[in-house]
């Protein structure tokens, strides 16, 4: 595949776990539609995330199990691969972020856990461990997830050296208090964020694809980068919707990645 069309799907916060699942579905449907090949989901948004302060349901890994199956068919209905951004339940009992790989064939690839806890996180969820890539109809993706892409690069520069030619990076940011409000993706007043996304592009030579919440004010929005670090398209900030983009796939060669004469461990 030289063309990809990349859908990241900018949905607002749900208001339960049925409405995640129905807002991902309902999500799914407009991104066959709409001839995209692959569809990208926010961190955790099935169930949805577990921001500190918020009175969440209690984790259900029963119920993940069931609403990955029905996002499995729908991707097989749709013809378009999905990176469902999610939790699953670690062997402690405990939350894990992660993303299930879903190929167009509706055929569950696997699942990137999310490795790197920020700080304020431990309390609510649990990391996991190990990274991988997986190849979706002649692409090589990888995923990071929030944190561990902006203050962990290792993470992406991995992928790239695994062979990943687009590196997708779901997340969830929000508001703080008295925080700059954005106009423009990247702009100097903003947070280190952005910036540091299309940095991941550009010291890797890779296509990276950043998704967030349709969140109001938040300091990030949803963006593709190209392998040189240009921003090709990004969302209005807070207003929910697919952004779609066709990534000629062949540039993302992981040159810069690969010319790296240290060893990283995995």
């Known amino acids: 595949m030289s063309m990809l069309r990349l859908a990241l799907a900018t949905l607002p916060y749900p208001d339960s776990p049925h409405d995640a699942l129905h807002r991902a579905r309902g ?58 951004a999610t939790e699953r339940m670690s062997s402690n009992g405990r939350p894990v972020p992660a993303a299930v790989v879903i190929d167009a064939n509706g055929v569950i690839l696997g699942v990137q856990d999310k490795v790197q806890i920020p700080p304020e996180e431990e309390a609510v969820y649990e990391g996991g461990s190990g990274r991988r890539v997986f190849t979706l109809g002649g692409v090589t993706l990888g995923v990071v997830i929030c944190h561990e892409g ?46 540091a996304a299309m940095c991941r592009a550009a010291e890797n030579t890779v296509w ?38 066709d990534l000629d796939v062949a540039r993302g060669t992981g040159f810069l990645a690969k010319r790296l004469r240290a060893v990283l461990d995995a």
């Open 27 to 84: 999500a799914l449907k407009d991104a066959g539609r709409a001839g995209a090949q692959l569809v990208v989901f926010p961190e955790c948004y099935v169930p949805g995330y577990r921001r500190p302060g918020r009175h969440d349901a209690p984790p259900d890994a029963t119920w993940l199990e069931t609403a990955w199956r029905e996002l499995a068919r729908d991707a097989a209905t749709y013809c378009v691969a999905a990176v469902v």
């Open 208 to 245: 990276f694809a950043t998704v967030n919440y349709a969140e109001p004010n938040a300091p990030t929005t949803s963006a593709i980068i190209d392998p040189e670090g240009v921003v090709t398209a990004w969302q209005p900030y807070g207003q929910a919707g697919l952004l779609l983009g």
């Open 150 to 195: 902006w203050r962990y690069p290792e993470t992406v520069r991995w992928a790239a050296r695994a062979g990943a030619q687009l590196v997708v990076h779901p997340l969830y940011s929000w508001a703080e208090p008295g925080s700059h409000v954005p106009r423009e993706f990247g702009e100097p007043a903003n947070s280190f964020h952005e910036k």
